[in-house]
């Protein structure tokens, strides 16, 4: 597919500042392009990369002002990474054409209905009264287990396993190993040492336009349900343990692990490695930063760095102090060498 700089801007209502006629058939980083592709400037340290990029056309915002000639036709819009996300949903609409229809061999529990625009790939399973909304694909060896519900438009990736009692909301993606629904890590002491295993018979309940990463994990609830809200997007291989709610439009960055019964709010930006304790509370619009440890509730709009983490700043400050202490100790000793002489 190819499409030119005029094409391009007038789908997503922008303004050429070039050649218009200049085509483009594939995306590439800026600092790697060739000609016929197109990408983006959004972060500003890639700003040097504009002047040198072979790509044909270049994403910019509105108000970029170049301070040397720029080779490259620009694209004007009001956010490029948002625009460069749209252009890609509509190439990937373009040439991913979704399958439908059963594949065999597969199980289709008697009872369930399939409706307009399902697919069903081999070796899937779907249990008794499940529920499977419309358009919805399970791909390839995905479970979805009785009474589960699947809302319209959701995809389950290869390997995806839906437990029983579960719902997943409209337009969901879940990709391939992403387990919803397992056992809570509920087990009680007893009194010669060993651990009797507390029953998990709650269930999972994730909300419209949620994506889960590979091998994300997402507990069923002990008693009542995990939630996950509208929006909200999880990367690969995150724990989220059985009672947990997560709000709306959060996302939270790869490796990262949510203990029991904790609560995190909406629109929140969590790192990597983040871990947060069981049974607290973080607000909404809480940012995380990589490897930090929450170990207690935090209040709304929190910005924390750190293990156990702190404020942001003063996490800045006490690196800086670290940086320092080596500087800081050959002084004392200078001191007290002085002192004694």
């Known amino acids: 597919m190819k499409f030119t700089a005029n094409q391009i801007a007038a789908a997503v209502g922008g303004t050429v500042d070039g050649d218009g006629n200049a085509a483009v ?22 700003t040097p990369c504009i002047y040198d990029t072979q790509a044909s056309v270049v994403l910019v915002r509105r108000d970029f002002e170049p301070e040397r000639p720029v080779s490259a036709t620009m694209v004007r819009v009001d956010d490029p990474y948002a625009t460069l996300s749209q252009l890609l949903q509509m190439v990937d609409a373009a040439i991913n054409v979704r399958p439908t229809g059963v594949e065999q061999p597969s199980f289709v529990a008697e009872g369930v209905e399939l409706p307009e625009g399902v697919y069903v790939g081999a070796f899937a399973y779907i249990g008794h009264g499940a529920r499977i909304g419309r358009n919805v694909k399970i791909y390839p060896q995905a479970y979805v287990g009785a009474g589960a519900v699947i809302g319209d438009d959701t995809v389950l990736y290869p390997g995806v396993k839906v437990y029983h009692g579960c719902t997943v909301g409209a337009r969901c993606i879940l990709h391939s190993g992403a387990v919803v629904g397992a056992d809570g890590f509920g087990f009680a002491p007893t009194a010669d040492g060993s651990y009797s295993k507390i029953p998990q018979i709650g269930n999972v309940e994730i909300a419209d336009d949620v994506e889960i990463g590979a091998n994300t994990t997402v507990d069923r609830a002990t008693m009542g349900s995990t939630r996950i809200g509208r929006g909200t997007k999880l990367d690969n291989l995150i724990q989220v343990a059985h009672n947990v709610e997560i709000g709306t439009d959060t996302v939270m960055a790869a490796q990262s692990g949510i203990a029991g019964s904790a609560r995190l709010g909406s629109r929140c930006m969590v790192g990597g490695q983040v871990g947060i304790a069981g049974h607290i509370s973080v ?32 996490f800045m400050r006490q690196m800086v102090y670290v940086k320092r202490l080596g500087e800081a100790f050959a002084r004392l000793s200078a001191l007290e060498k002085a002192n004694k002489e």
Do not use: C, W
């Not at 058939?25 to 890639?46: D, M, S, V």
């Not at 909404?284 to 700043?313: F, K, N, T």
């Open 25 to 46: 058939n594939t995306f590439a980083k800026i600092e790697e392009a060739r000609p016929g592709a197109l990408t983006f400037l959004a972060n500003p340290k890639y």
């Open 283 to 314: 607000g909404d619009r809480v940012e995380i930063g990589a490897q930090s440890g929450i170990p207690h509730s935090v209040p709304d709009g929190s910005r924390l760095m750190g293990y156990p983490a702190v404020p942001a700043g003063d």
